[in-house]
């Protein structure tokens, strides 16, 4: 499959033509409208290997994310960054390549915090290995890493080593009344403690928050928090609803922005509703305000916006670069695909 | 010794501390002999060069000037921290300028609330979490040498430490670094928030051995301290065993806070030197911390103790107290200077393999110890498969130098070859740069100079470290024959 892969992406190069890299298509609302012939990556799947006692797995571009995770879980581990799947037929490849994480990312760290190695394949057809299938790992420049988040601009994501972690023993999910600003000093004040918190979600004067680890240090924790505890399927459907923007409040048509900002931000000054997760440093908010307003806001918050579903995408979907930081994104796209085959335009309009 | 500057390039030198001397102050311009001769190595020792000039700034504007001023001069800038590094990452250019970054040694700000510092890359790794101490906060990645190191070394090496599977590295640990590419131009990598727009740049910046940018800022994130911890000590009569006894405890759904082996020969070394209590006639000891909650830790041990118990431990003990628990630490902490004790000189290496294979390494390593009739202690990271491979040499026999880079080579040579890495936390630097030609092909080590270039197209930065030529790898391949075969059998041979 990799040579058949590369063969296109020769030709591809040599003939100007642009590829659309694409796994289950599960993540094609992200970014930059997807252009060019589709290069569908699902034919390259299966897991290359798994050892539960080292804490790696690796596997195949086209793997579904879904049976990656059951593997894992058979053998009572998990992908501890718990990323959004937004369809049943999302694969390994676009989860890196979109690099997105889920509720546990504050506790537990993000998709590129997971990745130990990979194979790509480049704009010049070249097959790539960087990195490895070991925790600690120094020797060259970090490239795997580098594709986490890349959305296929770099490369065709052949193979991934991830770490994995074991699953907790208990969880416990509660919820508590409570406005956004006393919200957000409870999650701040909570994350500075060692209480084992695993995820949070506020919205409309609720917050929810998950607790994960030993089970006696959940029991303690789920005592000193209070609140009214949520039932085991219940917490994990609310939980699933808020990683796969499923719950209610993603429903309807206004825009979706996505502000990675400071935890510690005071509640920002937006129209429209706002979800927090992240203990504070990720919210999410409904609005039809105008892009340089909520970039601006996110900023001010020591952050960036992302539109990331529905509205305007013609104003950009991820924040504008400093120049300098745009030089080196040409430069290194340069370094990658030189041609411009990969995914044009996905990341940023002239990239 | 390094060698001092031949007479040809003395011209030069005056050219260039001239050029430095109309940015800085006097006293931060050093290119008398006396005064260079201290840079000459990092911790890597091994290997030294006379720096042509030094330069001591101590503001931004004055970093951003020197490298505008070396990019202008075409001058080749090598930046440096405390110089603990052991790979020869801040070996300086003999015809170019060691830019010390000793002097940023403030720390800017501790925000409890949000829980980062932002630091200047001089401040030495432990003074941050003495900073945040006050707030029950600290910083979790933990070199040993993390009095002395800095977090600017750090973040060019991606330093670990006996913490790292449960806590990270640095690239885990770091949430934005400030600073300035070769000619002088402003970088501003990561931000407050948990990711920032674009390419992780942030993450190809960690590790980068200072070979992309010179960071003048770094904001870090700060965890709080568990309240608790407590310390396994396991002895195993097989050092199998006693790998197979970590294995066990992974797959139990344990991820201690720190898993560390020690052979016989290393804990009998560090025993006459720090007396930490170890079972002198186990073939290995296992330490294995757990930390959190006293709930938590209390439920983890009792785990830890049984399967342990299960995979054949001779011998168990849980640390009563902190004290007790430092001792337990304090031998695996002085393994180096232990080494120090019993042999005039001792070479480091930093291999990691996957786990399984940690039997078969380790019994190689101690074949290689009849065939350069060398001895060699091992350390191990265990928890995450960092072997730290202790050759004891005496550095004023060439001979033996010779025997124990050859010994060396070999080991990194197996750790690839089971699928592991040349270096897991030291980095390349100077000293496993042939190393890299057996680790990756040309094309990829292609791809690393073509980033290399994206950051920095005059190549003036940290010339030399990390990633070899492929000019380089052609003659290395040429003097190392892996069964039969060359390494880069398509190159070009010079």
């Given at each position: 499959m990799p040579e058949a892969f590369a063969e296109r992406i020769r030709e591809a190069a040599a003939r100007g033509t642009r590829l659309r890299l694409r796994g289950g298509g599960s993540k094609d609302f992200y970014g930059g409208a997807p252009r060019g012939e589709v290069l569908d990556t699902r034919s390259h799947a299966g897991i290359v290997d798994y050892e539960p006692t080292e804490l790696v797995v690796t596997a195949r571009c086209g793997t579904p994310l879904a049976e990656l995770e059951g593997a894992l879980a058979a053998q009572g581990q998990m992908l501890a960054f718990e990323p959004p799947h937004f369809g049943s037929g999302a694969t390994l490849g676009g989860c890196v390549a979109a690099g997105l994480s889920g509720p546990r990312r504050a506790a537990a760290g993000a998709l590129r915090d997971f990745v130990l190695g990979a194979r790509l394949i480049d704009g010049r057809a070249r097959e790539l290995g960087f990195g490895g299938r070991v925790m600690k790992n120094v020797a060259g420049y970090d490239v795997s890493r580098l594709l986490a988040g890349s959305l296929g601009t770099l490369g065709l994501i052949l193979e991934v080593s991830l770490k994995v972690l074991p699953r907790p023993a208990a969880e416990h999910s509660l919820r508590l009344e409570l406005p956004q600003d006393k919200a957000l000093e409870s999650l701040n004040r909570w994350a500075g403690t060692p209480l084992p918190v695993s995820a949070s979600a506020w919205r409309d004067g609720e917050l929810c928050v998950r607790l994960s680890g030993a089970e006696r240090a959940v029991q303690a924790a789920a005592q000193k928090l209070g609140g009214e505890a949520l039932g085991v399927a219940d917490a994990a459907r609310f939980w699933s609803g808020i990683r796969e923007q499923t719950d209610p409040w993603f429903g309807g048509e206004a825009p979706l922005w996505r502000l990675s900002v400071a935890s510690a931000a005071a509640p920002l000054e937006l129209a429209g509703a706002q979800l927090i997760e992240w203990g504070g440093g990720l919210r999410w908010l409904r609005s039809g305000a105008e892009a340089a307003s909520v970039r601006a806001a996110a900023a001010r918050a020591g952050g960036h916006a992302t539109l990331f579903r529905g509205g305007d995408k013609a104003t950009g979907v991820f924040a504008p670069l400093a120049p300098a930081l745009a030089r080196l994104h040409r430069e290194l796209k340069a370094a990658f695909d030189p041609a411009g085959v990969f995914n044009p335009g996905r990341l940023y309009p002239d990239f | 010794m390094g060698e001092a500057l031949p007479v040809a390039g003395r011209e030069r030198q005056r050219a260039v501390a001239q050029a430095l001397r109309a940015i800085l102050p006097e006293r931060a311009v050093l290119w008398q002999e006396e005064d260079t001769r201290p840079y000459e190595c990092d911790g890597l020792?091994?290997?030294?060069?006379?720096?042509?000039?030094?330069?001591?700034?101590?503001?931004?504007?004055?970093v951003q000037e020197v490298l505008r001023t070396c990019h202008a001069l075409k001058v080749p800038v090598v930046p440096r921290g405390a110089g603990t590094g052991l790979s020869g990452g801040a070996l300086p250019p003999g015809d170019g300028v060691l830019?010390?970054?000793?002097?940023?040694?403030?720390?800017?700000r501790v925000d409890p609330v949000a829980r980062?510092?932002?630091?200047?890359?001089?401040?030495?790794?432990?003074?941050?979490?003495?900073?945040?101490?006050?707030?029950?906060?600290?910083?979790?990645?933990?070199?040993?040498?993390?009095?002395?190191?800095?977090?600017?070394?750090?973040?060019?090496?991606n330093s670990g430490g006996v913490h790292c599977l449960k806590y990270g590295l640095t690239v885990h640990n770091v949430l934005r670094v400030r600073g300035f590419a070769a000619d002088g131009e402003p970088l501003d990598f990561g931000a407050e928030a948990l990711d920032a727009p674009g390419l992780d740049l942030l993450a190809l910046v960690i590790g980068s051995e200072g070979m992309l940018a010179v960071a003048t800022e770094i904001t870090v994130k700060l965890l709080p301290r568990p309240p608790a911890a407590r310390v396994?000590?396991?002895?195993?009569?097989?050092?199998?065993?006693?790998?197979?006894?970590?294995?066990?405890?992974?797959?139990?759904?344990?991820?201690?806070?720190?898993?560390?082996?020690?052979?016989?020969?290393?804990?009998?070394?560090?025993?006459?030197f720090v007396g930490a209590g170890y079972d002198l006639e186990a073939a290995a000891i296992l330490l294995c911390e757990a930390d959190g909650l006293p709930e938590e830790v209390e439920e983890e041990?009792?785990?830890?103790?049984?399967?342990?118990?299960?995979?054949?431990?001779?011998?168990?003990t849980v640390s009563?107290?902190?004290?007790?628990?430092?001792?337990f630490w304090s031998g695996r902490k002085a393994a180096f200077p232990a080494m120090g004790r019993i042999s005039p000189d001792y070479y480091c290496m930093d291999g990691t393999i996957p786990r399984k294979r940690l039997g078969e390494v380790l019994g190689f390593i101690g074949e290689l110890e009849r065939k350069y009739k060398l001895r060699c202690p091992n350390v191990f990271h265990a928890g995450d498969g960092n072997l730290h491979p202790l050759i004891l040499f005496d550095a004023n026999s060439a001979e033996e130098l010779g025997r124990t880079e050859a010994f060396a080579a070999e080991v990194l040579e197996k750790c690839i070859a089971v699928g592991g890495t040349i270096t897991g936390e030291h980095g390349v630097g100077v000293e496993k740069i042939n190393e890299m030609c057996a680790q990756f092909r040309a094309e990829e080590l292609e791809l690393f100079h073509a980033v290399k270039r994206a950051y920095d197209p005059a190549g003036l930065l940290n010339p030399g470290k990390a990633v070899p030529t492929l000019?380089?790898?052609?003659?290395?391949?040429?003097?190392?024959?892996?069964g039969g075969k060359l390494a880069h059998p398509g190159l070009p041979r010079f």
């Amino acid at each position: 499959m990799p040579e058949a892969f590369a063969e296109r992406i020769r030709e591809a190069a040599a003939r100007g033509t642009r590829l659309r890299l694409r796994g289950g298509g599960s993540k094609d609302f992200y970014g930059g409208a997807p252009r060019g012939e589709v290069l569908d990556t699902r034919s390259h799947a299966g897991i290359v290997d798994y050892e539960p006692t080292e804490l790696v797995v690796t596997a195949r571009c086209g793997t579904p994310l879904a049976e990656l995770e059951g593997a894992l879980a058979a053998q009572g581990q998990m992908l501890a960054f718990e990323p959004p799947h937004f369809g049943s037929g999302a694969t390994l490849g676009g989860c890196v390549a979109a690099g997105l994480s889920g509720p546990r990312r504050a506790a537990a760290g993000a998709l590129r915090d997971f990745v130990l190695g990979a194979r790509l394949i480049d704009g010049r057809a070249r097959e790539l290995g960087f990195g490895g299938r070991v925790m600690k790992n120094v020797a060259g420049y970090d490239v795997s890493r580098l594709l986490a988040g890349s959305l296929g601009t770099l490369g065709l994501i052949l193979e991934v080593s991830l770490k994995v972690l074991p699953r907790p023993a208990a969880e416990h999910s509660l919820r508590l009344e409570l406005p956004q600003d006393k919200a957000l000093e409870s999650l701040n004040r909570w994350a500075g403690t060692p209480l084992p918190v695993s995820a949070s979600a506020w919205r409309d004067g609720e917050l929810c928050v998950r607790l994960s680890g030993a089970e006696r240090a959940v029991q303690a924790a789920a005592q000193k928090l209070g609140g009214e505890a949520l039932g085991v399927a219940d917490a994990a459907r609310f939980w699933s609803g808020i990683r796969e923007q499923t719950d209610p409040w993603f429903g309807g048509e206004a825009p979706l922005w996505r502000l990675s900002v400071a935890s510690a931000a005071a509640p920002l000054e937006l129209a429209g509703a706002q979800l927090i997760e992240w203990g504070g440093g990720l919210r999410w908010l409904r609005s039809g305000a105008e892009a340089a307003s909520v970039r601006a806001a996110a900023a001010r918050a020591g952050g960036h916006a992302t539109l990331f579903r529905g509205g305007d995408k013609a104003t950009g979907v991820f924040a504008p670069l400093a120049p300098a930081l745009a030089r080196l994104h040409r430069e290194l796209k340069a370094a990658f695909d030189p041609a411009g085959v990969f995914n044009p335009g996905r990341l940023y309009p002239d990239f | 010794m390094g060698e001092a500057l031949p007479v040809a390039g003395r011209e030069r030198q005056r050219a260039v501390a001239q050029a430095l001397r109309a940015i800085l102050p006097e006293r931060a311009v050093l290119w008398q002999e006396e005064d260079t001769r201290p840079y000459e190595c990092d911790g890597l020792t091994a290997y030294r060069r006379v720096p042509m000039v030094v330069a001591l700034p101590e503001t931004e504007a004055q970093v951003q000037e020197v490298l505008r001023t070396c990019h202008a001069l075409k001058v080749p800038v090598v930046p440096r921290g405390a110089g603990t590094g052991l790979s020869g990452g801040a070996l300086p250019p003999g015809d170019g300028v060691l830019l010390s970054l000793a002097k940023f040694m403030r720390i800017v700000r501790v925000d409890p609330v949000a829980r980062i510092a932002v630091v200047q890359p001089g401040v030495r790794n432990l003074a941050i979490s003495d900073a945040a101490a006050p707030y029950g906060l600290y910083y979790a990645p933990d070199p040993s040498s993390q009095i002395a190191c800095t977090i600017g070394g750090n973040v060019a090496e991606n330093s670990g430490g006996v913490h790292c599977l449960k806590y990270g590295l640095t690239v885990h640990n770091v949430l934005r670094v400030r600073g300035f590419a070769a000619d002088g131009e402003p970088l501003d990598f990561g931000a407050e928030a948990l990711d920032a727009p674009g390419l992780d740049l942030l993450a190809l910046v960690i590790g980068s051995e200072g070979m992309l940018a010179v960071a003048t800022e770094i904001t870090v994130k700060l965890l709080p301290r568990p309240p608790a911890a407590r310390v396994v000590m396991a002895s195993f009569d097989d050092l199998q065993k006693a790998g197979d006894a970590v294995a066990a405890v992974i797959a139990a759904g344990i991820i201690p806070a720190g898993l560390e082996m020690m052979d016989r020969p290393a804990t009998r070394a560090v025993e006459e030197f720090v007396g930490a209590g170890y079972d002198l006639e186990a073939a290995a000891i296992l330490l294995c911390e757990a930390d959190g909650l006293p709930e938590e830790v209390e439920e983890e041990i009792a785990k830890v103790k049984e399967v342990l118990t299960r995979a054949g431990a001779t011998r168990l003990t849980v640390s009563r107290d902190e004290a007790e628990r430092l001792r337990f630490w304090s031998g695996r902490k002085a393994a180096f200077p232990a080494m120090g004790r019993i042999s005039p000189d001792y070479y480091c290496m930093d291999g990691t393999i996957p786990r399984k294979r940690l039997g078969e390494v380790l019994g190689f390593i101690g074949e290689l110890e009849r065939k350069y009739k060398l001895r060699c202690p091992n350390v191990f990271h265990a928890g995450d498969g960092n072997l730290h491979p202790l050759i004891l040499f005496d550095a004023n026999s060439a001979e033996e130098l010779g025997r124990t880079e050859a010994f060396a080579a070999e080991v990194l040579e197996k750790c690839i070859a089971v699928g592991g890495t040349i270096t897991g936390e030291h980095g390349v630097g100077v000293e496993k740069i042939n190393e890299m030609c057996a680790q990756f092909r040309a094309e990829e080590l292609e791809l690393f100079h073509a980033v290399k270039r994206a950051y920095d197209p005059a190549g003036l930065l940290n010339p030399g470290k990390a990633v070899p030529t492929l000019s380089r790898c052609a003659e290395f391949g040429r003097m190392h024959v892996h069964g039969g075969k060359l390494a880069h059998p398509g190159l070009p041979r010079f």
